[in-house]
């Protein structure tokens, strides 16, 4: 084998590596919009992260997070289940009553094309 033979066979090898790892990933704007309502619905005060598999990183593959379902064939989020403890406010409220009147902003579910 020539030298150039060789170099584009590892050129290949390493974008299949790549491609591999993320056509089984979720889509990029679908884990930003997780994001953006992960912060949106923070309210606890017992300083526990709620959605801690929700990871920030950009490998971090939001089809294996925590209440979340992704279609097999399209990888797109299909489910989105968030269930919150209740926990006891220090003003003596529950935060289920805070999320019974929980405003969301709705625009942050608009990247989800099959939920």
Same mark, same amino acid.
């Given at each position: 084998m020539t030298n150039s033979k060789i170099v584009y066979l590892w050129l290949l090898i390493l974008l299949m590596a790549n491609g591999w790892r993320c056509c089984y990933c979720?889509? *990029?704007?679908e884990r930003t919009a997780l994001l953006q309502l992960? &912060? *949106?619905i923070k309210y606890s005060t017992s300083g526990d992260d709620y959605l801690l598999s929700w990871g920030a990183n950009e490998t971090s593959d939001c089809c294996r997070w925590e209440g979340i379902v992704c279609s097999h064939t399209t990888r797109r989020v299909i489910e989105l289940s968030i269930i919150a403890k209740e926990e006891k406010l220090s003003n003596g409220t529950y935060t289920d009553d805070i999320l019974r009147n929980w +405003?969301? *902003? &709705?625009? +942050?579910f608009v990247p989800f094309k099959n939920l």
């Open positions: 979720c889509w *990029n704007e992960k &912060a *949106n +405003l969301f *902003n &709705a625009s +942050l």
